[in-house]
Structures are given as structure tokens and as C-alpha cells.
T-cell receptor
Framework: QQQVKQSPQSLIVQKGGISIINCAYE??????FPWYQQFPGKGPALLIA?????SEKKEGRFTISFNKSAKQFSLHIMDSQPGDSATYFC??????????FGTGTRLKVLA | EAGVAQSPRYKIIEKRQSVAFWCNPI?????LYWYQQILGQGPKLLIQ????????DSQLPKDRFSAERLKGVDSTLKIQPAKLEDSAVYLC?????????????FGPGTRLTVT
């Protein structure tokens, strides 16, 4: 019940295309859903986050869509660029700000 | 604003040896976290500190792992003795207290290889 399931494991997108990464959770006590971006040799960096009382949040080319009834949320990267090539992790936070991370999606954007 | 600092960046040891990692969080961040990230997986929380006190260490293998945060600032994570399965990246993160704790900021990590 504490798991966050992330898919796909890897994703290849053409430059200018839309990248979509999905996550699903079981525990309805989760109350904060961040997405992190990680480049090789670096720590994860907070990209965008949403709370369950909001269905969508957009920051630049990055959008989170949140479906509370389905217990799913997704990251959309519009106009994907080669510089977006990285590993993306979804996470869910429960009481005391404890993160449960997904397994990660390795994104490659072709030039 | 300086980010979370960690050292060393890389460490190679033999099994049964001991190792220690150091973390300096962002100034003013009361909450500090240690995560273990095994290759190909998401980070897994090992221990969470609020100032000097431990908030959650339920996933810390206490027979071999220990951590401390003296004076509520820097923290060290120690493994003794190390096993092959401890090979991973050890990430330190910090956040503000209260509702600001939702945003965690990660350091670059220490890559540990146990041979």
C-alpha cells in the first residue's frame, strides 16, 4: 500500500514531441505528489509538485495531471528537448513528509 | 544559496570494512534525510532528522548502519561492516520545517562501491 508504481521504465521521444510518464498509488493518505528530475551523477532536483485538491498544475513546459478517483498522476513534458533527457521520478508524501519514490523513467529525447 | 553538500563523492571499500559519509544541509533547513538509491531504482529513505532528533529510522538497518546529526546541522551516516548489497548512491536531502518540509532538496550523493 506504500508503493508508487511508475511507467514506462524508459521512453524515447522525438524533439518537439510530448513525453508522458505515469504513476499510480494505493494509499489515499498521500497528500503531496512531486516529480523529480535526475541527471547522471547528480542528485534528484524538484521539478514540479501537486496536491490532491488540484487536478492539474502547469509550470512552463511541464504539466502534472492528477486523477484522485483513479489514484493516478502523470507528468507531461511539452515540446520535449534533448536537454530534457534524464531520469524522472514521481513520489508521494505521507505524514511527516516522508517520500515514497517510484522506480524511475529514463527519458531520451532525440535531436 | 548554496545547495546540499556531500562528501566524499565516490568511495570504494572491501566488504566488512567501515565507511562514513558527511552531509551539510542548506542553511536554515531543520529537516535532514538520508536516502539509499540502488542502481535503477528510486531513492529509499533510510533516516529522517528534525533538528537533532530522529523522526523516522524504520528502514535503517540498525545492525550495521548508524547516523547522527550533532548540533542540528551537519550529519554523518556510517556503515560498519559493509556488505556487497550496500553498493549504492547515498543521497542527503534537506528541507524546511513545517509545511515547507514538503520540498526536499538533494545533494549530489556519494557513490559507494563495496567489493
Amino acid at each position: 500500500q506504500q508503493q508508487v508504481k511508475q511507467s514506462p521504465q524508459s521512453l524515447i521521444v522525438q524533439k518537439g514531441g510530448i513525453s508522458i510518464i505515469n504513476c499510480a498509488y494505493e494509499n489515499t493518505a498521500f497528500d503531496y505528489f512531486p516529480w523529480y528530475q535526475q541527471f547522471p551523477g547528480k542528485g534528484p532536483a524538484l521539478l514540479i509538485a501537486i496536491r490532491p485538491d488540484v487536478s492539474e498544475k502547469k509550470e512552463g513546459r511541464f504539466t502534472i495531471s492528477f486523477n484522485k478517483s483513479a489514484k493516478q498522476f502523470s507528468l507531461h513534458i511539452m515540446d520535449s528537448q534533448p536537454g530534457d533527457s534524464a531520469t524522472y521520478f514521481c513520489a508521494a508524501s505521507i505524514v511527516a513528509y516522508k517520500y515514497i519514490f517510484g522506480t524511475g523513467t529514463r527519458l531520451k529525447v532525440l535531436a | 544559496e548554496a545547495g546540499v553538500a556531500q562528501s566524499p563523492r565516490y568511495k570504494i571499500i572491501e566488504k566488512r570494512q567501515s565507511v562514513a559519509f558527511w552531509c551539510n544541509p542548506i542553511s536554515g533547513h531543520a529537516t535532514l534525510y538520508w536516502y539509499q538509491q540502488i542502481l535503477g531504482q528510486g531513492p529509499k529513505l533510510l533516516i529522517q532528522f528534525q533538528n537533532n532528533g530522529v523522526v523516522d529510522d524504520s528502514q535503517l538497518p540498525k545492525d550495521r548502519f548508524s547516523a547522527e546529526r550533532l548540533k542540528g546541522v551537519d550529519s554523518t551516516l556510517k556503515i560498519q561492516p559493509a556488505k556487497l548489497e550496500d553498493s549504492a548512491v547515498y543521497l542527503c536531502a534537506s528541507s524546511l520545517a513545517g509545511t515547507g518540509a514538503y520540498e526536499q532538496y538533494f545533494g549530489p550523493g556519494t557513490r559507494l562501491t563495496v567489493t
